[in-house]
């Protein structure tokens, strides 16, 4: 009684938030789990092929959406939470969306990205069948405290799995190498990670959190340094080192923001795989869907065509028409490690010196705390910049960043009303060129906003 | 001129931007032809404490607070102190900031002994106080952002760095931020502290070149992106709280 009333009252909810045009994703779910606490476990307990969970603290939005493409390919109905909505109330508002009003989904398996806090709690609620783990970086500090902590919370849940989970982990990464060794028997444990001698960085970057052996504390010794912490390590009193993993990326060619070829070798044989996101982080977001869909037992030809057709998670990185044969390129920053990386393949990219937006918020999605802009390593953009114009509520605090990071101050522009600085920054754009924007989350929601108005891109609740 | 920092345990306490203050300590010397020499001093290491005029020590995890802690006892500490009589000036955030003071209480678990070289001692709280915050000291208004659930209490022979106008504070009670003592700072100022409150940071290295050169003046520089950070900084955290 009590569950059918939470469902129709989310589903009520539902229905009314949409015909009032709002993308507002998590409200239903969260009045439907006030009314029954168990309503998530209910729906997803009658999955017929059960529910797989995405979590790691960059790229899982994107990850997710890899799998969800493969799976498609291979014409498994999915119930997944596509709008990047990931607390314990997203996913109920999901899986309500999609049921019956007596609790029936019309699905086969629940595919679920989660966030790093809810997933003790959403573990224990869904029950997936396999989850996968995709990195484990420091994040906005404010909301999910220390790495250290968000890897105790990870530990306890990870010794808790009942037999026949199965683990898909990323054995570059040492946080997942050593969760991996607290899995109770029963649970299968498979690894991905990348081997690509032409990627590697010279030094640790600043902003590295887990380079240090998790049992003695001694630090890591790296043949191989990838992203940030993540590459081949090893603890120089043995106390651990890198798994070796089952699938394996190789001959990694990287295009600039267009896209990528690697070669996956996994344990039937080499896949060749081309894929349609840029970036050597997307190539592991790419490794670690290819590697659990394989370990789901979907055929290699719908991991080779999910890939290549794969469209980016909203905001993630997305490339967008504009007037005179020139674009923008919308890529999503979040943290450190992500801002980082983005850099890297800015700078990477050949032609003309870089236009740029640099979008940053300080609410509470984005992280109330702006410090962690110190942590990114922008004296990478010395040299390769034309201008930088920063918006949004930190404009000044951003172009303070940048004018310490040893840009000219003259190349530097902050204006904090969003809608003010892209246009001027798309009226400053030269015919044929690109401008790069890398807002923080809630500057993308509303620079998509802005760019709908315009008439540029369509709101992401009906992708 | 030339000005020796020293970066203590840069590869454990480094968490929350606290090396914006180091980059900011360093551009602005640079931009007025000091030369600057950072050093990383970490677990191991040994201080040679007539060589430092400034010292900086930032926040970190528990675990790694509790491995520096452990470092810091006997020959280290006695190093610093010895600084500090030469005059070297320490500023201190967070962990560091407890780590200064006489010692820190955690909830369950040891005490950590600290070095003394503020008259402070932390206990461990309840509550995480997260947020903006804006302070009143005699260098005019700091605004940065704190994160810490270690509650601070200042003996007598140190001063609050300032009153929190908006924030918590050392411990949620008093209504003062930070701690004064000499040549000693520390706070739980976050955000990063120096490159958006110039005139403290421009304090600093007054202060620290004074321990080779006597009194200094440095040139002006522009600060209207400083200025305009810190203003816009200051409209969030009265919005914000």
């Known amino acids: ?463 | 001129m030339k000005l020796e920092i020293c970066f203590l345990y840069n590869d454990l306490l480094n968490i929350y931007g606290d090396r914006g203050n180091i980059i900011t300590l360093t551009q602005r010397s640079r931009w007025r032809e000091i030369e600057v020499n950072v050093t990383n001093i970490s677990v191991g290491n040994r201080i040679d404490p007539s060589k430092y005029d400034l010292y900086f020590f930032g926040g970190g995890q528990d675990k790694e607070q509790y491995a520096v802690a452990d470092d810091l006892k006997g020959e280290k500490s006695a190093a610093l102190r010895q600084a500090v009589e030469q005059g070297a000036v320490f500023l201190s955030v967070c962990g560091g900031y407890q780590l200064l003071g006489h010692y820190y209480r955690p909830d369950d678990g040891p005490e950590l002994t600290g070095v003394g070289l503020l008259d402070a001692h932390t206990v461990a709280g309840s509550k995480r106080l997260i947020g903006n915050v804006i302070v009143q000291t005699e260098w005019g208004t700091l605004v940065a952002f704190e994160n810490h659930s270690g509650k601070t209490y200042l003996g007598s022979q140190a001063r609050p760095l300032g009153k929190s106008e908006v924030g918590y504070g050392n411990n949620a009670e008093d209504g003062f931020e930070g701690a004064v003592q000499g040549n000693v700072f520390g706070c739980y100022l976050h955000g990063s502290l120096l490159p958006k409150n110039p005139t403290f940071t421009d304090h600093l290295l007054k202060l620290a070149l004074q321990r080779r050169y006597g009194p200094v003046e440095l040139s002006p520089l522009d600060d209207s992106l400083e200025w305009a950070a810190h203003n816009a900084a200051i409209q969030r955290a009265r919005d914000t709280r």
């Open chain 1, 1 to 463: 009684m009590r569950q059918t009333l939470a469902i129709a009252t989310g589903k009520t909810l539902l229905e009314i938030l949409h015909r009032t045009g709002r993308g507002g994703t998590a409200f239903p779910g969260l009045v439907a789990s006030k009314m029954d606490p168990h309503i998530l476990r209910a729906l997803t307990a009658r999955l017929p092929s059960g529910s797989a969970m995405v979590i790691g603290t960059n790229g899982k939005t994107t990850t997710t959406r890899l799998v969800a493409t493969i799976l498609t390919k291979a014409g498994i109905k999915i119930a997944n939470n596509r709008s990047g909505s990931n607390l314990i109330r997203g996913l109920t508002s999901t899986l309500l969306a999609q049921a019956s009003l007596k609790g029936r989904l019309q699905a086969d398996m629940g595919l679920f990205e989660v966030d790093e806090a809810a997933f003790p709690q959403a573990q224990l609620e869904i029950a997936p069948r396999l989850i996968l783990l995709n990195n484990l970086f420091r994040d906005q500090l404010d909301r999910y405290g220390e790495v250290d902590t968000v890897r105790r919370r990870w530990a306890e849940t990870i010794k808790k799995l009942i037999p026949g989970t199965t683990l898909v982990l990323n054995a570059d990464d040492p946080s997942l190498a050593y969760l991996a060794t607290l899995a109770p028997a029963g649970v299968k444990a498979v690894f991905f990670g990348l081997d690509s001698p032409a990627n590697t960085l010279p030094v640790l970057a600043h902003a590295t959190d887990a380079a240090k052996c998790i049992i003695c504390g001694a630090d890591l010794v790296y043949d191989a340094i990838y992203i940030s912490h993540m590459g081949h390590y090893a603890c120089p009193t043995g106390h651990f080192s890198r798994p070796v993993p089952d699938f394996v990326a190789r001959e990694i060619k990287l295009d600039g923001t267009n896209g990528s070829r690697f070669e996956l070798q996994t344990p039937t044989g080499p896949l060749s795989l081309e894929l349609g996101v840029p970036g050597l982080y997307n190539v592991y977001n790419a490794t670690g869907a290819a590697a659990a869909t394989l370990t789901l037992g979907i055929a290699a030809q719908h991991i080779q065509a999910g890939l290549a057709d794969f469209k980016s998670a909203f905001g993630r990185i997305e490339r967008i028409a504009l007037s005179d044969n020139r674009h923008l390129l919308l890529a999503l920053v979040k943290n450190p490690v992500g801002f980082n990386e983005v850099l890297r393949m800015l700078t990477t990219e050949p032609g003309n010196q870089l236009k740029l937006l640099v979008a940053i918020n300080d609410l509470y999605a984005d992280g109330r705390d702006v410090s962690w802009l110190w942590d990114v390593d922008f004296e990478q953009l010395a040299g390769r910049v034309e201008w930088v114009r920063t918006a949004g509520l930190r404009a000044p605090d951003m172009a303070n960043r940048l004018k310490y990071a040893g840009l000219a101050p003259e190349l530097l522009n902050w204006e904090i009303d969003l809608t003010t600085a892209l246009r001027q920054a798309i009226d400053r754009l030269p015919s044929g060129q690109t401008l790069y924007v890398t807002p923080t989350y809630t500057a993308m929601l509303q620079l998509r906003e802005i760019l709908q108005k315009m008439g540029l891109v369509v709101p992401f609740w009906e992708e």
